[in-house]
C-alpha cells in the first residue's frame, strides 16, 4: 500500500513538473514575446492617439462652442450647450467620459447638425475606405511587376537607357502631389476630353479619376522599391543555384527571386496604405468625393470639432491597424525576423 502511494505521489510530481516546464516553455516562446510586443505597442500608441484627438479641442484658442455657433449666439444658449456637451465639468473628469465614449462608440455630437459623430463617421466612412482600397490594389497591380520586369531587364547594368527612362519617370511621378495631379486628371480626361465624371460618387467610372490621382505616386516609388530588391536577390545564391540547374527563366523569377524581393515591398506597401488613407482628405475635395476627408475640411471650416475629433481617431486607428497588420504579415513571411528581435 505504502508503495503504491508513493508511487502515485511520484507520478503526480512529474506531471506536475512536466506542466511547468510546459507553461515555461511556452511563456518562452519567441513567438509569445513577438504577439506581447506588438500588442502593447499598438496599446500605448492608440492611448497617445486616444489622448491627443481629447486634447486637441482643448487647446484650440477660445471657446469652441461660441466658436461653431457664431458670435451672435445668445449666450444662454452657449452655456447650454456646453453644459450638454460636459465642457464644464473638470478637465480629468471631461477625459474619463472621453475614454469611455470611444470604448463604446459614443463619439459625441456634432455642434452643427446635432446627429451623433458616430453615425456622420459610418455614413462617410465607406466611400473612404473604397477609394483607399481600390487606389492600394492599383498600386499593386501596376508597381510589383514593372518592378520585376525592369529588376530583370537592368540587372547586371544592362539596358541603361530603360533604366534611366524608368528612374526618370518614376521620380517625377512620385514627386507630383496627389491633388495637383487629380486636377491635372481633372483637367485632361473631364474638361478637355469630357471622357470621365470629376465630381462625386455615380457609377463605376467616378472611381476612376480618384483613384489614379491616389495610385500613380505611391506606385512609382513601389516600383522603384521593388526593381532595387528584385536586382539584390537576382545576385543571391540560391538564384545562381536555380540559374546552374538551367531551370526556366519564368519559374526562377516568379518563384526563387519574386517572394524574397517582396518583404521589403510589403513594409513599403503598408506604409503606402497609410499614407493612401491620409491622402484621401485632399483628393475628395478635388472630387468632392461624400467620404470623411471632404467631411473633415468642412467640419474644420465649420469649427465642427467633435466631428473633427472622430475623424482623426478614425485615420489615427487606420493607419495603427495597417502597421500592425504589416508587422503580422512579415513576421510569418520571414519567421527568423520576429524571432531575432524577440
Do not use: C
Not at 117 to 129: E, F, G, Y
Not at 208 to 237: C, K, N, T
Request: charged share 10%.
Amino acid at each position: 500500500m505504502t508503495s503504491t502511494t508513493t508511487a502515485t505521489g511520484a507520478t503526480a510530481t512529474t506531471g506536475a513538473t512536466a506542466g511547468h516546464r510546459g507553461v515555461d516553455a511556452a511563456l518562452d516562446s519567441p513567438w509569445l514575446r513577438f504577439a506581447a510586443r506588438r500588442a502593447g505597442r499598438f496599446v500605448v500608441s492608440l492611448w497617445v492617439l486616444v489622448t491627443a484627438s481629447f486634447l486637441m479641442i482643448h487647446l484650440i484658442p477660445g471657446d469652441p462652442v461660441r466658436a461653431a455657433l457664431g458670435p451672435t449666439a445668445p449666450a444662454s444658449l452657449v452655456a447650454a450647450r456646453r453644459a450638454s456637451l460636459g465642457l464644464d465639468d473638470p478637465l480629468w473628469l471631461q477625459y474619463v467620459h472621453y475614454l469611455q465614449g470611444v470604448f463604446t462608440g459614443d463619439l459625441g455630437t456634432s455642434l452643427t447638425s446635432r446627429l451623433p459623430v458616430s453615425q456622420v463617421i459610418s455614413q462617410r466612412l465607406p466611400a473612404t475606405a473604397q477609394l483607399a482600397v481600390l487606389a492600394f490594389l492599383v498600386v499593386v497591380v501596376l508597381a510589383v511587376p514593372i518592378g520585376v520586369a525592369m529588376g530583370v531587364l537592368t540587372r547586371g547594368g544592362r539596358a541603361r537607357r530603360r533604366e534611366l527612362a524608368f528612374s526618370s519617370a518614376s521620380v517625377v511621378a512620385g514627386a507630383v502631389p496627389d491633388f495637383l495631379l487629380g486636377v491635372g486628371l481633372v483637367y485632361v480626361f473631364g474638361v478637355q476630353l469630357g471622357w470621365l465624371p470629376v465630381a462625386g460618387q455615380q457609377d463605376a467610372s467616378s472611381y476612376v479619376l480618384p483613384v489614379l490621382a491616389l495610385a500613380v505616386g505611391p506606385a512609382a516609388a513601389l516600383a522603384r522599391i521593388m526593381r532595387v530588391e528584385m536586382l539584390s536577390v537576382l545576385q543571391a545564391d540560391h538564384v545562381r543555384t536555380a540559374r546552374a540547374k538551367r531551370l526556366p527563366a519564368p519559374e526562377i523569377y516568379l518563384r526563387h527571386a519574386m517572394p524574397n524581393a517582396l518583404t521589403s515591398t510589403i513594409t513599403l506597401g503598408g506604409l503606402l496604405l497609410s499614407a493612401l488613407v491620409a491622402g484621401t482628405v485632399l483628393v475628395e475635395n478635388v472630387f468632392a468625393w461624400p467620404g470623411l476627408g471632404s467631411t473633415i475640411v468642412s467640419s474644420i471650416l465649420l469649427k465642427d470639432y467633435s466631428v473633427v475629433q472622430g475623424i482623426v481617431l478614425v485615420y489615427g486607428a487606420g493607419v495603427l491597424l495597417v502597421n500592425l497588420t504589416v508587422d503580422v504579415v512579415l513576421a510569418l513571411l520571414d519567421p527568423r525576423s520576429a524571432i531575432r528581435e524577440s
